[in-house]
């Protein structure tokens, strides 16, 4: 069976939006030798750190000199007869006010050569060999690849840092890093600059050119199905008692200024379907310190928080839904952290949902996703944490795991969706470094 979901409205995940002002900060814009921009940098209204590499005046030099690396050329390289070696930044104080957000890196890598980034704590000694400073943790120590973010970083236990990258050859392919740039944000603030995708936990239908987000939301159909013009908005804000939403203007042709949908302390997870089968769609909207709720949607585009349906769910990182039971109702799914367990409840029909959970699975995951994973007629539910699978059945999941993927480390994201040409859906993580597939199979 497969699990269809239904989301008509684009929606995107966005904890909270703000201004920036400006703060300077060491480094100067990168360039490329005609003097144009070659990757990030300081500009007006922004707060970054970054280093164009075009000399060694913000680079970290042990006594012994640079390990495995030169600096030339406006470029850090593996030094000839070297395979690998690591190259760190000057301290970078933190601004009071301010909080870590993410690390960039503008690299070449041939091949299957790599770029791997680190996060010091530059006022600790290091206490392992190859590091400049003592690591931080374990998720911010070498991580593959070019983007890091370092927003869960504490600024009261971490007020200076460094910046490391490891340059890892192989063979005759050989990694440079150009720049890298250190981006923070007000403290009371999450923000995204659109850089990459790295911080959404889900997009469709929008491209992302440059720094800005793109999105042709005027089409009134997509495929068999009619979706009208312009659909609701909505960003989930975290550290607010509110949602950022956007309602389309009468005509259609755009969209009203924001409304701020009150109600939704701690937003970190908002979802949309159809729980009381009336056609339209219904609005859960998570909460960190109080009740979960779903407000029902009517024929004026519109959700109200009166006569929600509220549940006991708190700390709700993500949400998902399926038919777990196979009652012809769908049912939903929290990912919870910061204390809350991951939890289901069933629909009693209708959307009729009992306040305390139906299944209390006792763990704690960043996300979740469901479907019919063994095609027996019940959407099944997967959690990141350990990778564990739970099989629907006429009472819905229990507590036990059908199937330990046995993922290792921290598991951010998890995909269920169908990744060859059979019948069975597939599964996909996201790790630190890596993204691990397992394809169904009878």
Same mark, same amino acid.
């Given at each position: 069976m497969r699990?269809?979901?239904? %989301?008509?409205?684009? =929606?995107?995940?966005?904890?909270?939006?703000?201004? #920036?002002?400006?703060l300077p900060? $060491?480094?100067? !814009?990168?360039?490329?030798?005609?003097?144009g !921009? %070659?990757?990030p940098?300081?500009s007006?209204?922004?707060?970054?750190?970054?280093?164009?590499?075009?000399? +060694?005046?913000?680079v970290?030099?042990?006594?012994?000199? =640079?390990?495995?690396?030169?600096?030339?050329g406006?470029?850090?390289?593996?030094?000839?007869g070297?395979s690998?070696?690591?190259?760190?930044?000057?301290?970078?104080?933190?601004?009071?006010?301010?909080?870590?957000?993410?690390?960039?890196?503008?690299?070449? #890598?041939?091949?299957?050569?790599?770029?791997?980034?680190?996060?010091?704590?530059?006022?600790e000694?290091? !206490?392992e060999?190859g &590091?400049?400073?003592?690591?931080?943790?374990?998720?911010?120590?070498?991580?593959?690849?070019?983007?890091l973010?370092?927003?869960?970083?504490?600024?009261? +236990?971490?007020?200076?840092?460094?910046?490391?990258?490891?340059?890892?050859?192989?063979?005759?392919?050989?990694?440079? =890093?150009?720049?890298?740039?250190?981006y923070?944000?007000?403290?009371?603030?999450?923000?995204?600059?659109?850089?990459? $995708?790295?911080? +959404?936990?889900?997009?469709?239908?929008?491209?992302?050119?440059?720094?800005?987000?793109?999105?042709?939301?005027?089409?009134? !159909?997509?495929?068999?199905?009619?979706y009208?013009?312009?659909p609701?908005? &909505?960003?989930?804000?975290?550290?607010?008692?509110?949602?950022s939403?956007?309602?389309?203007?009468?005509t259609?042709?755009g969209?009203?200024d924001?409304?701020?949908?009150?109600g939704?302390?701690?937003?970190?997870?908002?979802?949309?379907?159809?729980?009381n089968?009336?056609g339209?769609?219904? #609005?859960?909207v998570?909460s960190?310190?109080?009740d979960?709720?779903?407000?029902?949607?009517?024929?004026?585009?519109?959700?109200?928080?009166?006569?929600?349906?509220? +549940?006991?769910?708190?700390?709700?990182?993500?949400?998902?839904?399926?038919?777990?039971?196979?009652?012809?109702?769908?049912?939903?799914?929290?990912?919870?952290?910061?204390g809350? $367990?991951?939890?289901?409840?069933?629909?009693?029909g209708?959307?009729?949902?009992?306040?305390?959970?139906d299944?209390?699975?006792?763990? #704690?995951?960043?996300?979740?996703a469901c479907?019919?994973?063994n095609?027996d007629?019940?959407?099944d539910?997967? &959690?990141?944490?350990?990778?564990?699978?739970?099989y629907?059945?006429?009472?819905?999941?229990?507590t036990?795991e059908?199937?330990?993927?046995?993922?290792?480390g921290?598991?951010?994201?998890?995909t269920?969706?169908?990744? /060859?040409? /059979?019948?069975?859906?597939?599964?996909?993580?996201?790790?630190?470094?890596?993204?691990?597939?397992?394809?169904g199979s009878a």
């Amino acid at each position: 069976m497969r699990s269809t979901h239904r %989301r008509a409205l684009a =929606l995107i995940v966005v904890l909270l939006l703000g201004g #920036m002002s400006g703060l300077p900060m $060491n480094g100067s !814009s990168p360039t490329d030798g005609d003097g144009g !921009s %070659r990757g990030p940098g300081p500009s007006d209204g922004t707060e970054v750190w970054t280093d164009p590499l075009d000399d +060694m005046s913000h680079v970290y030099v042990p006594g012994a000199g =640079l390990v495995g690396i030169e600096v030339v050329g406006g470029e850090a390289r593996l030094a000839a007869g070297e395979s690998d070696g690591w190259l760190a930044s000057e301290i970078i104080p933190l601004m009071e006010g301010y909080r870590y957000d993410f690390v960039l890196l503008e690299a070449t #890598m041939p091949g299957e050569s790599m770029v791997k980034i680190s996060v010091l704590d530059a006022t600790e000694e290091a !206490s392992e060999i190859g &590091f400049a400073n003592e690591t931080i943790a374990p998720k911010y120590t070498r991580v593959n690849g070019t983007h890091l973010s370092v927003y869960d970083i504490a600024p009261g +236990m971490y007020p200076e840092i460094r910046i490391q990258v490891d340059l890892i050859g192989d063979g005759a392919d050989r990694p440079t =890093l150009q720049a890298w740039t250190l981006y923070l944000v007000a403290d009371d603030e999450w923000r995204d600059d659109f850089l990459g $995708n790295w911080k +959404m936990s889900d997009y469709r239908g929008v491209n992302l050119t440059g720094t800005e987000l793109e999105g042709n939301l005027s089409r009134p !159909s997509h495929g068999s199905a009619d979706y009208d013009a312009f659909p609701p908005v &909505f960003f989930s804000c975290q550290g607010v008692d509110y949602l950022s939403a956007f309602y389309p203007n009468p005509t259609r042709t755009g969209y009203e200024d924001e409304v701020e949908e009150t109600g939704a302390a701690g937003n970190w997870a908002t979802h949309f379907d159809d729980f009381n089968g009336d056609g339209h769609l219904d #609005m859960v909207v998570s909460s960190y310190d109080s009740d979960t709720e779903i407000r029902w949607g009517d024929s004026t585009g519109s959700w109200s928080s009166t006569g929600a349906e509220k +549940m006991n769910v708190n700390g709700a990182y993500q949400i998902d839904t399926g038919d777990f039971n196979n009652d012809g109702w769908l049912d939903l799914a929290f990912a919870c952290t910061q204390g809350g $367990n991951n939890k289901v409840f069933l629909n009693q029909g209708a959307g009729d949902f009992n306040y305390i959970c139906d299944v209390d699975f006792g763990k #704690m995951s960043y996300n979740v996703a469901c479907g019919d994973l063994n095609n027996d007629g019940y959407d099944d539910v997967v &959690f990141t944490t350990g990778g564990r699978l739970y099989y629907g059945g006429p009472s819905g999941p229990d507590t036990i795991e059908d199937v330990e993927f046995g993922t290792s480390g921290d598991t951010y994201d998890v995909t269920v969706a169908y990744l /060859d040409d /059979d019948e069975y859906l597939d599964v996909t993580f996201a790790l630190s470094g890596r993204s691990p597939v397992f394809l169904g199979s009878a």
